[in-house]
T-cell receptor, first 116, second 111 residues
Framework: GAGVSQTPSNKVTEKGKYVELRCDPISGHTALYWYRQSLGQGPEFLIYFQGTGAADDSGLPNDRFFAVRPEGSVSTLKIQRTERGDSAVYLC??????????????FGPGTRLTVL | QKEVEQDPGPLSVPEGAIVSLNCTYSNSAFQYFMWYRQYSRKGPELLMYTYSSGNKEDGRFTAQVDKSSKYISLFIRDSQPSDSATYLCAQRDNQGGKLIFGQGTELSVKP
């Protein structure tokens, strides 16, 4: 079946602009995660959704970052007033969140965001 | 101090070598330990996971957790050029399941 998809694959924007990054999880996966990966680093957790609600947003760096998942499937990560330091690969992952399934998180290919 | 520490490498080995990748962690409360492989410009893919301590083997790959020393290891036997990638170790949070990654080790297997 189809994996996690993310659009766009690349996004170049100017400092101060607003961007939206989209994630389509694997069908039926109730849990959805966003991570950010800077060059040469491991992914860092941003936010976790269980269904439609944000169960843990402790990783969002500041109030310029916001994410939604209105129907419990597709999620959008929104970044306001972008800064050069926001440049990174934004990864989305989904899982069944079942202990029997190991709660395996399946990652999408990421959106590479460049803020000029 | 980061919660999960990993030597970034790069590590270069000849084809057929045994590779040892290692991480240390600080939070003893988390019981799931994962190894992900990430090819260039791709998302991470799960290689193996272990629960609590001990060894787990899957083909050429063996994952090991030593809770007494807070050490996680991944061994790759008979390494192949196709194993060239970045290897990420991670712990999984007990509550929501978020992953706490190490920095990643870049591995290159030369033919």
């Amino acid at each position: 079946g189809a994996g996690v998809s993310q659009t766009p694959s690349n996004k170049v924007t100017e400092k101060g602009k607003y961007v939206e990054l989209r994630c389509d999880p694997i069908s039926g996966h109730t849990a959805l995660y966003w991570y950010r990966q800077s060059l040469g680093q491991g992914p860092e957790f941003l936010i976790y959704f269980q269904g439609t609600g944000a169960a843990d947003d402790s990783g969002l760096p500041n109030d310029r970052f916001f994410a939604v998942r209105p129907e419990g499937s597709v999620s959008t990560l929104k970044i306001q007033r972008t800064e050069r330091g926001d440049s990174a690969v934004y990864l989305c992952a989904s899982s069944l969140m079942s202990l029997a399934a190991g709660g395996t998180q399946y990652f999408g290919p990421g959106t590479r965001l460049t803020v000029l | 101090q980061k919660e999960v520490e990993q030597d970034p490498g790069p590590l270069s080995v000849p084809e057929g070598a045994i590779v040892s990748l290692n991480c240390t962690y600080s939070n003893s409360a988390f019981q799931y330990f994962m190894w992900y492989r990430q090819y260039s410009r791709k998302g991470p893919e799960l290689l193996m996971y272990t629960y609590s301590s001990g060894n787990k083997e899957d083909g050429r790959f063996t994952a090991q957790v030593d809770k007494s020393s807070k050490y996680i290891s991944l061994f790759i036997r008979d390494s192949q050029p196709s194993d060239s990638a970045t290897y990420l170790c991670a712990q999984r949070d007990n509550q929501g399941g978020k992953l706490i990654f190490g920095q990643g080790t870049e591995l290159s297997v030369k033919p």
